[in-house]
Antibody, heavy 116, light 108 residues
Framework: QVQLVQSGAEVRKPGASVKVSCKAS????????MYWVRQAPGQGLEWMGV????????TYAPKFQGRLTMTRDTSTSTVYMELRGLRSEDTAMYYC?????????WGQGTLVTVSS | EIVMTQSPATLSVSPGERATLSCRAS??????LAWYQQKPGQAPRLLIH???TRATGIPARFSGSGSGTEFTLTISSLQSEDFAVYYC??????????FGQGTKLEIK
């Protein structure tokens, strides 16, 4: 079955970086774009960016430009999301989601906590 | 950016009754509209895409309607497992896909 499995929870200090992985299985990895979406505690869903796993081309939401990098490894069907210059407001659950326009499926989420 | 506005923020309904959730887009998105359900501690789950097409495995009590700027998610007879937060999302404006702020469906 189609599945996205993300790496485990992370704790970082302000100013640090975090890199989260998302391993895909059950479909042709290069056939679907992948988004990263985050959700702050008790808040709604916010798209961060998208990567084309075939070409590696990325587009980032304006608010994350300069701090966000998405990459992929086609040999392991894994996409990565790296966020730099972390601040307390970046504390959130981070999800990868395969897109066909709509998002399905989603990864299980990775909690990133930014705290001094 | 297309702004998605959901109403109401919270909806209180009794089990067995019908629930109607609304989503409005700031400009036309045709029928490129999806609905998701999210339960506490879980990732969102796709319910509806194309404004009215149920995703695989979604019960028939969930239905979507609308086009352009006005959309509705209807749950015909609420079951205990349906109490959750629901989000709409437009995918008309690549790649700037945006979500509504969510409607919390709670037990009355």
């Amino acid at each position: 079955q189609v599945q996205l499995v993300q790496s485990g929870a992370e704790v970082r200090k302000p100013g640090a970086s975090v890199k989260v992985s998302c391993k895909a299985s059950g479909y042709i990895f290069t056939s679907y774009f992948m988004y990263w979406v985050r959700q702050a505690p008790g808040q709604g869903l916010e798209w961060m960016g998208v990567i084309n796993p075939s070409s590696g081309t990325t587009t980032y939401a304006p608010k994350f430009q300069g701090r966000l990098t998405m990459t992929r490894d086609t040999s392991t069907s894994t996409v990565y999301m790296e966020l730099r210059g972390l601040r307390s407001e970046d504390t959130a659950m981070y999800y990868c989601a395969r897109t066909n326009g709509w998002f399905d499926p989603w990864g299980q989420g990775t909690l990133v906590t930014v705290s001094s | 950016e297309i702004v998605m506005t959901q109403s109401p923020a919270t909806l209180s309904v009794s089990p067995g009754e019908r629930a109607t959730l609304s989503c409005r887009a700031s400009q036309s998105v045709s029928r490129t509209l999806a609905w998701y359900q999210q339960k506490p501690g879980q990732a969102p789950r796709l319910l509806i895409h194309g404004a009215s097409t149920r995703a695989t495995g979604i019960p028939a009590r969930f239905s979507g309607s609308g086009s352009g700027t006005e959309f509705t998610l209807t749950i015909s007879s609420l079951q205990s497992e349906d109490f959750a937060v629901y989000y709409c999302q437009q995918y008309n404006n690549w790649p700037f896909y945006t979500f509504g702020q969510g409607t919390k469906l709670e037990i009355k």
